[in-house]
């Protein structure tokens, strides 16, 4: 059964992400809000925000937690609604039929609910392993969960983290693969070159929330020393989700517009060849038939390879800009705040 068919198949609900979302223009502000009102006193209450605990986390660490869990899902169903935006755009381009059509945008904003639990299956378990490393053995991690509330607190906070980040990404690679299939179905013009940029719009919207998140992480240095495995497995699952989020796009749209380039272009060289001969002999009638030939194999030689316009360069360039900028103005803020304070 191919790949798009089979989406018609299996029940299907709204991914629970976009579920905390509250419908209305002011649902995204909304919830990430009622996200920071609902975990920023379970952190105070626990002593987060003043106190310290095994693993080193201090009150950056709680607001790292409280930031990230309030961006993530707004992010993410902003994205999502891009997401669909770009597959409205590409709709009347594709060779789908309009049950298949509606099928894949349904899939864009539902997944089956066998899927979501496996992913949070996948979150529990890298949320245990990563507890491991900073406990050091089985034993201390045991003991977090017997211990003060701060403790408790600060074990359970990379758990919703990790959920909320491993279900956006799953579900933003799960819609990179179907525009990749989307490639392979839609109808190239060559002599309309931004017919194709939602594939870059949708690539370059998809990496938002990724590299939002990478962003964030420097907040937790703030706060003093902090265990490298407290960034660094998040750093590099989501430095790698970038990339193969971009490449799962935009390669196949490159390999089409390419192969749809060269085709085209041994076309239009077969008919100047066919009057080559006599426009060599400068037969009228043979340069008349070759001149708008020249100037087309011009316009196609120029025509673009990639499904990016200047606004998706933008886009990716300011995305891409923000993750070192953070990374620095976090290290020249706890620069200065070390030179205050240890003089």
Known sequence: MDALEALRDGRRREHWLLALV???AYGRPLAALAIIVVLAPVFYASGAFSGSFAGGGTWSTATFFCLILAYITPVFHLITERTEAAFDALAPRLELEPEAAAAVRRAIRFKTSADQLRIAA???AIWLLQSRLLAGSFEVMGGIFTG????LVMALGPLLVWLSVTAATAALIDNARLFRLLADRVRVDLLDPD????FGYMAASSILVLTGAIALLPIMWLGGVVDPWTTIPGAVLLLGAVCYLVLTVLWPVHRVLRDARHAELRRVQQHID?????AAAFDREALEALAPLLVYRGEIARMREWPLDLGVLTRFGLYLFIVPMTWVGAALIEYVVGFFIEG
């Open 274 to 278: 066919v009057h080559g001969e006599a």
């Open 22 to 24: 509250p419908y209305g």
């Open 122 to 124: 996948i979150a529990v």
């Open 195 to 198: 017919a194709l940029t939602p």
């Open 148 to 151: 003060s509330a701060i403790e």
